[in-house]
């Protein structure tokens, strides 16, 4: 499946923004989805990620109680709304796609196995 994260852009601390993950060909509907942020000179980080069926999600400690992950299989789409932003949370975010459901597969990036471009946040004064 082919992945397009979008929606990032330039916030103040404690602002919000929704980012978009679509696919250009493929079903999101039969993939899990995860969302990893990476800022440079780091390791990617886990943010959250959804269960094929939606029924189950998970979010990095960093982020919990501030983003929300959430589907729309009618729209083919998967969103990540970010809420009380922190500088902190300025990274690259991407999308990727999966289908491996074994123990703690949500925050690792080998339970994945297509991604896209990621999109810019930037949290800052």
């Known amino acids: 499946v082919q992945l397009q994260a979008s929606g990032g852009g330039l916030v103040h601390p404690g602002g919000s923004l929704r980012l978009s993950c679509a696919a250009s060909a493929g079903t999101l509907s039969n993939y899990n989805i995860g969302w990893f942020r990476q800022a440079p000179g780091k390791k990617p980080d886990f943010v959250a990620a959804i269960s094929r069926s939606g029924n189950n999600t998970y979010y990095g400690d960093s982020v919990t109680g501030r983003f929300t992950i959430s589907r729309d299989s009618a729209e083919n789409m998967v969103y990540l709304q970010m809420d009380s932003l922190r500088p902190e949370d300025t990274a690259v975010y991407s999308c990727?796609?999966?289908?491996?459901?074994?123990?703690?597969?949500?925050?690792?990036?080998?339970?994945?196995?297509?991604w896209g471009q990621g999109t810019q946040v930037t949290v800052s004064s």
């Open positions: 990727r796609a999966g289908t491996y459901s074994r123990g703690r597969w949500y925050d690792v990036t080998r339970s994945y196995r297509d």
